[in-house]
């Protein structure tokens, strides 16, 4: 423990940061700020100066360079501080503003607590010259956290990320709500991920969760106990409500929302285990058939590219809030998914997506390409995993995948109400218009040698419409011609299984994949 002395010191060098009330306004720095552009088409372009994000100019500002001074008020860009920590401890408020400058690198985590509100965004972005985005970047290992976005005594909200690099971490940014306030209203736009893994955890659970159960991150309260294990780029997270697994409840099991009204635009993962994730395989308590426990509610997403990265989405207990045209929320448009991860790979299975109790989302003119298995289960495109309804996916690519192009499960598992092993099937989802060119390169086996593989036993209303299928011969177990699940007692060979439509769909097999079209041949045709 520091002494008397020491903490007097520390506080007087920080009073500028302390609160809400304490520290002067920035007076003489960036007003006008401007949004970044991708071009997903042909790769990333980085920022664009292109429009006034209108934020407040209300709140303070908390510059930071690498050359800078502690011992500065980090006020102005000229009285910058240099070191990310002292934030920790400081409640922003609307209007604040935390000020990165351009070109410099960090090897430390920033924390932020706090909540603005729709007059007065939180806004961590960068300032000064040049294009080089600021960067944080740390070592890997099990306890990095880049950013850690904590619910404090007034929450967690109305805070906007843009334009910064994070990387070479566990988790990139962690959204990190626990119940108790109505947290929401998180933006990032602009910014790069890049190498966000953690080899010491890739290697060891593989084939188990174990860490879930671990301390890590070295956070407070439960030491984040069953919070997250896998590497994450932008992860939403955070304390379970209710106690876990395997504890019966009287009722319906039904936790509140803790994080809703998250917008993604304009970012790219390079390297990424997940791209974006918001508690996997049901970290948190309350599994079993449609048991929606709403963990985080209303996304949107848009123009996110995604290179050598394992997942780009893996979403647990989500309703996204998809309304119908025009809704606000629940769209993910341009997701550019390609050239997966082939280092590393799940041992229970790998997807470039998977959805798992979640509802109301429409994804569009998107693609799903290039995810590999290691040898191991699936490397599909997309995977409906369990309990997921009113789903659809319009105008998407699924192409040069391992496995599947697309994965709908009927996963057994135990409904903590119930205390009994049920099945989670999915209901209203379709698949139209889309494309699915050249997948099960590598098959797991010959059970997954189909482009739409439904592991059925109570899915209904699946419907699959206008899609192109382009596939080869089977060969060595690799190809497929129908789109079914492989023979068993509740689909045989060639029929389509019960709850799944079929309609206005061609299959157009080729001798090998020497021979099958390009992706710009087929997109050309169908205009």
């Not at 304009?266 to 079993?288: E, K, L, M, P």
């Not at 409904?415 to 379709?430: A, R």
Request: hydrophobic share 30%; glycine share 12%; proline share 3%.
């Amino acid at each position: 423990m520091k002494k008397a002395v020491s903490i007097a010191l520390l506080v007087f060098l920080l009073l500028p940061f302390a609160s809400c009330t304490a520290g002067p306004e920035e007076t003489g720095a960036d007003v006008t700020e401007t949004v970044t552009q991708t071009e997903t088409a042909s790769g990333w372009t980085g920022p664009a100066d292109t429009e006034d994000k209108g934020l407040s100019e209300g709140g303070k500002r908390y510059y930071f360079s690498a050359e800078g001074d502690d011992k500065n008020d980090g006020t102005t860009p000229q009285s910058a501080k240099k070191s990310l920590s002292v934030m920790d401890g400081v409640t922003l408020c609307p209007g604040d503003r935390v000020l990165l400058r351009r070109g410099d690198t960090w090897h430390e985590r920033l924390v932020l607590r706090g909540r603005g509100d729709a007059d007065g965004w939180i806004y961590i972005g960068a300032y000064g010259e040049g294009d080089e985005m600021p960067r944080i970047s740390l070592d890997n290992g099990r306890d990095d956290i880049a950013v850690l976005c904590e619910d404090a005594e007034n929450g967690l909200g109305y805070m906007w990320f843009d334009g910064i690099s994070v990387g070479d971490t566990h988790l990139g940014i962690y959204l990190r709500a626990n119940g108790v306030h109505d947290d929401g209203h998180i933006r990032i736009t602009g910014c790069e991920f890049f190498n966000v893994n953690c080899p010491e955890l890739m290697a060891e659970a593989m084939t188990s969760v174990g860490w879930l159960g671990e301390k890590k991150g070295g956070l407070s309260g439960n030491g984040g106990v069953y919070e997250y294990i896998w590497p994450t780029a932008i992860n939403v997270g955070g304390r379970p409500a209710l106690p876990l697994a395997s504890v019966s409840v009287d009722g319906v099991c039904a936790p509140s929302t803790v994080l809703s009204c998250v917008e993604i635009s304009d970012c790219r993962f390079d390297g990424c285990v997940i791209a974006v994730g918001a508690n996997c395989y049901s970290y948190h308590y309350g599994t079993g058939a449609n048991q929606f426990m709403e963990y985080t509610a209303n996304w949107s997403m848009k123009n996110v590219v995604c290179r050598g990265t394992m997942t780009a989405l893996n979403f647990d207990s989500c309703d996204f809030g998809y309304e119908g045209e025009g809704s606000e929320w629940g769209v993910f448009e341009n997701i550019d998914y390609d050239d997966g991860m082939s280092s590393q790979s799940m041992a229970f299975g790998t997807t470039a997506a998977l959805l798992s109790s979640c509802r109301d989302l429409y994804i569009k003119n998107s693609r799903f390409c290039g995810c590999r298995n290691g040898g191991s289960p699936d490397g599909c495109g997309f995977d409906l995993e369990r309990d997921d309804h009113n789903i659809t996916l319009d105008g998407c690519i699924i192409a040069d995948n391992d496995g599947q192009g697309v994965l709908i499960m009927d996963t057994v598992m135990l409904d903590q109400v119930s205390g009994e092993n049920v099945h989670t099937p999915s209901t209203d989802c379709t698949i139209k218009n889309c494309v699915f060119l050249g997948n099960m390169k590598n098959v797991y086996n010959e059970n997954y040698c189909f482009d739409i593989l439904v592991f059925n036993r109570e899915n209904e209303r699946i419907t699959v419409s206008g899609c192109d299928f382009y596939c080869t011969e089977k060969t060595h177990g690799a190809a497929q011609v129908r789109i079914n699940r492989r023979g068993s007692k509740q689909s045989p060979v060639g029929q389509i299984v019960r709850g799944v439509t079929v309609e206005d769909c061609t299959v157009r097999v080729y001798e090998n994949r020497e021979k099958l079209p390009s992706l710009e041949e087929i997109t050309g045709d169908r205009g």
